[in-house]
């Protein structure tokens, strides 16, 4: 079946822009996780939601990241006011039902550069 | 603060040697340590993952080693390959915090033919 997919793969903004960043989790899974990858520094965890439980938004990095998911299916992840410091790669994964020990799938993720 | 450190930060193997990919942790309360590959504008991939109730796992030419008294884990590769050539994330989870994993920064291997 199809894997977790991400809109747009690239994305270019101006600083003081908002963006929006959408990802398809793979169908049937519960748990979807944002994650964001800057260059030499790993990946960091921004947001996980399970179900219908209230999401884990501690890592989200300030109030100019928020993410949604609508329908327990499709997520958007909001960066208002866009900054410099913002430009990354922004992967989404899924993960069956969300048990710690489960594979997380990766989408190809989206390149964020904020000019 | 980086919860799991990770080294060497680049890697290069001539074709049919053996990479060996170093991680350490502070926090015991980590339970779960899977190893990601990532090919260039790819998501990651899991690769291979141990528990700490066990101190080797193989899978094919993959092995992670497993020390828990120095909270320290590795990834073997034998018999490396220029396919093998990639970025290779270790990560931890605990129980606290559900699904969310801590990566190390990556390693860059380059196996050459």
């Known amino acids: 079946g199809a894997g977790v997919s991400q809109s747009p793969s690239n994305k270019v903004t101006e600083k003081g822009k908002d963006v929006e960043l959408r990802c398809d989790p793979i169908?049937?899974?519960?748990?979807l996780y944002w994650y964001r990858q800057s260059l030499g520094q790993g990946l960091e965890f921004l947001i996980y939601?399970?179900?219908?439980?209230?999401?884990?938004k501690s890592g989200l990095p300030s109030d100019r990241f928020s993410a949604e998911r609508t329908g327990g299916s499709v997520s958007t992840l909001t960066i208002q006011r866009t900054q410099q410091e913002d430009s990354a790669v922004y992967l989404c994964?899924?993960?069956?039902?969300?048990?710690?020990?489960?594979?997380?799938?990766f989408g190809p993720g989206t390149r964020l550069l904020v000019l | 603060q980086q919860q799991v450190k990770q080294s060497p930060q680049s890697l290069i193997v001539q074709k049919g040697g053996i990479s060996i990919i170093n991680c350490a942790y502070e926090n015991t309360a980590f339970d779960y340590f899977p190893w990601y590959q990532q090919f260039p504008g790819k998501g990651p991939a899991l690769l291979i993952a141990?528990?700490?109730?066990?101190s080797e796992k193989k899978e094919g030419r993959f092995t992670i080693s497993f020390n828990k008294s120095a909270k320290q884990f590795s990834l073997h590769i034998m018999d490396s390959q220029p396919g093998d050539s990639a970025t290779y994330f270790c990560a931890a989870s605990r129980g606290s915090t559900l699904g969310r994993l801590y990566f190390g920064r990556g390693t860059q291997l380059t196996v050459w033919p």
């Open positions: 141990i528990r700490p109730d066990v």
């Open positions: 994964a899924s993960s069956l039902g969300g048990a710690r020990q489960e594979t997380q799938y």
């Open positions: 939601f399970q179900g219908n439980s209230a999401p884990d």
């Open positions: 169908s049937g899974h519960t748990a």
